[in-house]
C-alpha cells in the first residue's frame, strides 16, 4: 500500500510516519519508483505498536527506539529483552544515600533473595522499588516493607497470567513483540485496575456517601486552599 | 524551626520552598517578626509528602496541589480523595472512537458488573482501562480481555493490603494522607514488584542466557538499526 494508505488505516499523519522512518522507529517501504514506497501489513502493525507504546504506555520516541532494537534483535534472550521495554517504565535516576535508602535496598535485597527471584545485572525496577520504599520510611510508613510479600504475591500472579498469555500467541504472531506489548500495556491494565479496586474498597469499608469526619483524627493543616469540591 | 533549618533537614532548597508557599502546596509558617517565620513539624511532614509525590509517583506541582486539596478538606469523603490521587497517575485524555474503543468500553462495563465493583462517576481509571484494551485489540490482542479476571484479582489483593495497612496506621497519623502515599508509592512499589516478576518467570521459562532463537517464531522485520547490545 502507499504511504497514504498506511496513514489512512493507522491514524497516523503522513508526516509522522516518515518521521518515524527518519528515526529508525519503523523500516522504510520498498521503492517501487524512484518517487514511490510501498508498506505492508508488517509496517501497518510497527505502527500500532509504536502509537501504543507512545499513547498508553508513555514511552517517549528515542525509548521506543530502543525497545523496537531490542525487540528486533534475534540474538538477545527473551528475558533481557522484557527488561529493556521494561526499565523504560521506571522513575528518576537519582540515588538518595540516607539511612533510609540504605534500610529500603537491604529490605529489597531481602525480598529478591526470600522469593529466589531470578534479576538481571543493575535491575532498574530493584532500584525503583528501593526509591519507592525509602520515601514511604521518611514519610513515617516504614512498616509498609512487612506488607511487601503482599504485594509480591499479586506480582507474581500477573506476571504468571502474563507468561501464560504470551505462550498461547505463539503461533499467532511474535512472541517477543506480545510479550513488551503485555509488559508495557499490561502496566496500564493492573495500574487502572487497582485504582478502581481502591475506590470500591474504600466505599465499601467507609461509606461511599457520608463525610470522613468519624474516621479521621484531626490533624495540625488547615485547608491552605479555597477549592470547591472537583 | 527556621526556613533554614526545614531546608536542612528534608533537603529541599530555601527557595523551594518558597515556591511552595506560593503555589498554596505548603501552608505559610507562623510569623514570629516582620521579616521571621517558623516552620513546625506538620511543615516537615508535608515536604516529604510533596518530594515523594513528585519524585517517586511522577505527579506534577498542579497535581499535587489539587491532591493536596482533597486531602485537607476534611468534608470530602475518603474515597473521593483516593480518587483525586489515583486519577493522577492516569494516561492522556483521548477517546478514541473505533469499533475496538467500543468494544473495550463494553469489556470493561462487563467487568465492573461482573466483580460488582462501587466505582464514582465518570471514573478516568475505567477510560485508561479501555484505552489499553483498546490497543491490544488493535495489535491483535483482543483475546487479553480473556485474562483480565486474573488481573482484577491481583488488582483486588493489593486494594485489601492497601485498606489493612491504611486501618492499621490510624492512630499514628492521618489515615487520608497515608491513603493517598499508599496510592501514589504503591503504584511505583508494584510496577516496579511486577517488572521484576517477570523477568524472573521469563528466564526461568525459557533460559536465562541462551539465545531465543529457538523459542521465536520467524518474522517480517530485518533489524532496521544497527545497535549494539545496551
Given at each position: 500500500?502507499?504511504?497514504?494508505?498506511?496513514?489512512?488505516?493507522?491514524?497516523?499523519?503522513?508526516?509522522?510516519?516518515?518521521?518515524?522512518?527518519?528515526?529508525?522507529?519503523?523500516?522504510?517501504?520498498?521503492?517501487?519508483?524512484?518517487?514511490?514506497?510501498?508498506?505492508?501489513?508488517?509496517?501497518?502493525?510497527?505502527?500500532?505498536?509504536?502509537?501504543?507504546?507512545?499513547?498508553?504506555?508513555?514511552?517517549?520516541?528515542?525509548?521506543?527506539?530502543?525497545?523496537?532494537?531490542?525487540?528486533?534483535?534475534?540474538?538477545?534472550?527473551?528475558?533481557?529483552?522484557?527488561?529493556?521495554?521494561?526499565?523504560?517504565?521506571?522513575?528518576?535516576?537519582?540515588?538518595?544515600?540516607?539511612?533510609?535508602?540504605?534500610?529500603?535496598?537491604?529490605?529489597?535485597?531481602?525480598?529478591?533473595?526470600?522469593?529466589?527471584?531470578?534479576?538481571?545485572?543493575?535491575?532498574?525496577?530493584?532500584?525503583?522499588?528501593?526509591?519507592?520504599?525509602?520515601?514511604?520510611?521518611?514519610?513515617?510508613?516504614?512498616?509498609?516493607?512487612?506488607?511487601?510479600?503482599?504485594?509480591?504475591?499479586?506480582?507474581?500472579?500477573?506476571?504468571?497470567?502474563?507468561?501464560?498469555?504470551?505462550?498461547?500467541?505463539?503461533?499467532?504472531?511474535?512472541?517477543?513483540?506480545?510479550?513488551?506489548?503485555?509488559?508495557?500495556?499490561?502496566?496500564?491494565?493492573?495500574?487502572?485496575?487497582?485504582r478502581m479496586?481502591h475506590v470500591?474498597?474504600s466505599a465499601?469499608?467507609?461509606?461511599a456517601d457520608g463525610p470522613r469526619?468519624?474516621?479521621?483524627?484531626?490533624?495540625?493543616h488547615a485547608a491552605h486552599r479555597e477549592r470547591g469540591k472537583s
Amino acid at each position: 500500500m502507499r504511504i497514504g494508505e498506511l496513514s489512512r488505516r493507522t491514524g497516523v499523519s503522513v508526516p509522522t510516519i516518515k518521521y518515524y522512518v527518519r528515526e529508525g522507529l519503523l523500516p522504510p517501504g520498498e521503492l517501487t519508483s524512484p518517487n514511490q514506497a510501498s508498506y505492508g501489513e508488517a509496517h501497518e502493525r510497527r505502527l500500532r505498536l509504536i502509537r501504543a507504546l507512545l499513547d498508553v504506555g508513555g514511552l517517549k520516541v528515542a525509548e521506543i527506539a530502543d525497545v523496537l532494537a531490542a525487540v528486533d534483535d534475534r540474538e538477545r534472550p527473551l528475558h533481557t529483552v522484557l527488561g529493556a521495554a521494561a526499565d523504560r517504565l521506571g522513575g528518576a535516576d537519582a540515588e538518595d544515600d540516607d539511612a533510609e535508602a540504605a534500610a529500603a535496598r537491604a529490605a529489597v535485597a531481602d525480598l529478591l533473595s526470600r522469593r529466589g527471584w531470578v534479576t538481571y545485572e543493575s535491575s532498574p525496577a530493584a532500584a525503583d522499588l528501593a526509591r519507592a520504599l525509602a520515601a514511604m520510611a521518611r514519610l513515617g510508613h516504614g512498616a509498609f516493607v512487612e506488607v511487601l510479600d503482599d504485594y509480591a504475591d499479586a506480582a507474581e500472579q500477573v506476571a504468571r497470567t502474563d507468561l501464560a498469555y504470551v505462550d498461547r500467541q505463539v503461533a499467532v504472531e511474535d512472541m517477543v513483540e506480545g510479550a513488551v506489548i503485555g509488559t508495557v500495556l499490561g502496566e496500564a491494565v493492573l495500574s487502572s485496575l487497582r485504582r478502581m479496586a481502591h475506590v470500591d474498597a474504600s466505599a465499601r469499608r467507609y461509606g461511599a456517601d457520608g463525610p470522613r469526619e468519624r474516621k479521621r483524627p484531626p490533624h495540625g493543616h488547615a485547608a491552605h486552599r479555597e477549592r470547591g469540591k472537583s
